[in-house]
């Protein structure tokens, strides 16, 4: 048998993974990914590590007009849930909440952990945020720029039974993509040598 043979590095792979940024939803604007493009986005966004193949994750489109409809939901949403809240404040974080998808597209990734199999539900919560990252590396090469939050929308009962989150569910993420206003400035970064330890063997 020969022996194997090293694959030749890829350059533009290699300097899209070094230099990555994330982008603020509210400076992402059109143009967001075409139909095409998004099916792309979602292909390379399933195509994660996943122990014994149990897809214990799903997706949900934010887009166009439903932007504007779901933000007036959450607004209400969070009037409601903070009635002895001052009014002013009240009136400033509904307003948040109403702009909340501000960007052409916004993926929400459900995690949905699979309970009757052996996988811990945490080897199957972690495939749901490796699709987070492969959805951003994927809007990375595609050109475009995107973010990964959670927040208030995220987490609050009332919003995610708007979200369409079901019993057993989680939100992974909500990855808001778009053209960035601005190239993103870089940020620090760790000092990665300093985060490794070496395994010896210990008397
Ligand atoms: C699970 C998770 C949730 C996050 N939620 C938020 C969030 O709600 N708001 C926010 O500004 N950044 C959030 N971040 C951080 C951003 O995704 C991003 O990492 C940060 O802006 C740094 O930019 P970078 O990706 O270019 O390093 C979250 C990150 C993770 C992994």
Redesign the pocket.
């Known amino acids: 048998m020969s022996a194997p043979t090293r694959r030749p590095p890829r350059a533009e792979l290699l300097a899209a993974l070094e230099t990555?940024?994330?982008v603020?939803a509210a400076g992402l604007s059109e143009p967001g990914p075409s139909p095409d493009e998004v099916r792309r986005l979602l292909t390379i966004a399933a195509r994660v590590p996943d122990h014994a193949m149990l897809v214990p994750w799903r997706f949900i489109l934010i887009e166009g007009d439903a932007r504007a409809e779901i933000g007036a939901l959450l607004a209400q949403a969070y009037r409601a849930g903070n009635p002895d809240m001052a009014p002013e404040k009240r009136e400033k974080f509904a307003g948040i909440m109403s702009r909340l998808f501000p960007a052409p597209l916004a993926v929400v990734v459900v995690s949905r952990p699979n309970r009757e199999t052996m996988i811990p539900v945490v080897e199957q919560e972690m495939s749901a945020?490796a699709v987070?990252l492969n959805l951003?590396h994927g809007v990375e090469a595609l050109g475009f720029h995107g973010?990964?939050?959670?927040?208030w929308a995220?987490t609050n009962e009332a919003a995610l039974r708007i979200i369409g989150i079901s019993e057993g569910e989680r939100v992974?993420?909500i990855v808001h993509i778009g053209t960035a206003k601005e190239p993103?400035m870089e940020?620090p970064r760790p000092e990665v040598e300093a985060l490794v330890t070496r395994w010896t063997k210990r008397d």
């Open positions: 990555r940024r994330s603020a945020g987070c951003l973010i990964w939050v959670t927040g995220a992974a993420g993103p940020r």
